[in-house]
Every structure is written in C-alpha cells, then in structure tokens.
C-alpha cells in the first residue's frame, strides 16, 4: 500500500490554458480580456495569502461590474474560487514540487509508452495501465536504492542553503518571539523573517541539521519562488 498523499495540486499550464480558453469565448473589449487574464497570472503566483484574497476579492467585483463576463464570472467561481488552495501558488508553499513539469511528464509517459498514444481506452484499461506504471515506478525506486541512490536535486539544493546560511553574520540575526526570528540580507538593504513549524515526516532533510524544508519558512525572494 502507499501512503496517504498529503497535498492535492493542480497543474498551473492546464489551469492557465482552460481560463485563456474560456475567456475567448467571452464578449467584451480586448482591453478588458487582456485585464482579466493579466489578474488570473497575478493570482496564480502571488505568494502572499493575505494579498491574494484581497486581490481575489476585487477581481471578483470587477468582474461583477462588466456584464460581458458575468458568464466567465460563473465560471471561474464554480471551478476554481472554492478550490484556490489547490492551485494558488500562496496556499502551496511547503510542497516542493513543479505541478507543470511533473505532471506533464508522466502524461508522456501514460499516454506514449504505456496507452501507445490511443484514444478513447476504456476506463478498466485506464485502470491496469495507471497500476503497471506505479509498479514500473516502484522498480526504477528499488534499483535506484539498490545501486546506492542518488543524491536529490531537493537534497543537493537544501545542502547548498544550509552552507550559504552558516556564513551569515550573526549579528544580523534576531529573536522576535519564540518561533519567529528577523535576519538581515547579506546583499540588499532589507530584513526577512523566519517562522519555525511544527516538524513534518518528510524524507528530503538537510545532511547536516537533520531538518526538512517544510520546518522553516521565511519571506525573501529565494523561499518564496525557488523552494
């Protein structure tokens, strides 16, 4: 049995494409089109929660003030409002995962190896295709492990973190509360804070401090778009 998946995401490049899609088919003046769509990307990745229900919240009444897109109004509330947290990109902090290129490309391989690029399979097909695919997966595991492993480009990365935060001045570094600490960028004039969470059991930790990504968040530009 495998475990019990902990996150559900959904693909930001399918997202992206049946919004563009549906607001073809849409009246209304290009400038507003260009408008809407401008906001769904601003959206989409606005790493902030608090900013991103504000800004959801004033997209929705502008698209409330056009009556060419109530219809797309009904849309995007009916399919994504009550499902943010599954795409917004402020909601998916601590998964350490590219929906996009994941994704996409085990949909190659389902679609091309496995399916042999067919259309139309009957869902039991379906079926016992998905589950020859996760046994082919759990075989490339096992000899992966087998042979010694291979060194995660997540471990890799949170290594190469661990090394650049050791040579921070630690004057620049300071308690806020118990969880909470203010450290100042080494190369801009500005501070970041650090917010400790409830440990996790992810496998991908740090060699050194025995920790995982999911431990500690902070608000610079490096956690936010490439953790």
């Known amino acids: 049995m495998w475990p019990i998946p902990q996150h559900r995401l959904l693909c930001k490049w399918h997202i992206d494409n049946k919004r563009r899609k549906n607001l073809k088919k849409n009246s209304g003046s290009q400038n507003v089109k260009a408008y809407v769509y401008?906001?769904?990307?601003?959206?989409?990745?606005?790493?902030?929660?608090?900013?991103?229900e504000e800004l959801l919240?004033?997209?929705?009444?502008?698209?409330?003030?056009?009556?060419a897109l109530h219809n797309f109004k009904t849309y995007f509330e009916?399919?994504?409002?009550?499902?943010?947290?599954?795409?917004?990109?402020?909601?998916?902090?601590?998964v350490m995962l590219n929906t996009n290129m994941v994704l996409e490309a085990f949909n190659k391989t389902l679609k091309h190896v496995y399916l042999k690029g067919k259309k139309n399979q009957r869902l039991d097909v379906l079926l016992w295709h998905l589950l020859k695919s996760l046994i082919g997966k759990n075989f490339e595991r096992l000899i992966k492990l087998f042979n010694g492993g291979k060194v995660n480009h997540y471990v890799n990365a949170i290594n190469s973190r661990h090394r650049a935060a050791a040579q921070i001045n630690i004057s620049g570094i300071h308690q806020v509360s118990e969880i909470t600490w203010s450290v100042t960028s080494e190369t801009l004039d500005q501070n970041?804070?650090?917010?400790?969470?409830?440990p996790c059991?992810?496998?991908?930790i740090c060699v050194a401090c025995k920790v995982c990504i999911h431990l500690f968040s902070c608000t610079c530009y490096d956690y936010t778009i490439k953790k």
């Open 38 to 52: 401008t906001t769904l990307r601003v959206l989409l990745e606005e790493p902030n929660e608090t900013q991103f």
């Open 78 to 94: 009916r399919t994504y409002v009550h499902r943010r947290k599954l795409w917004a990109t402020c909601y998916r902090h601590q």
């Open 57 to 67: 919240t004033s997209f929705l009444c502008k698209l409330e003030e056009e009556p």
């Open 201 to 204: 059991s992810c496998k991908i």
């Open 192 to 198: 970041y804070l650090v917010k400790k969470h409830e």
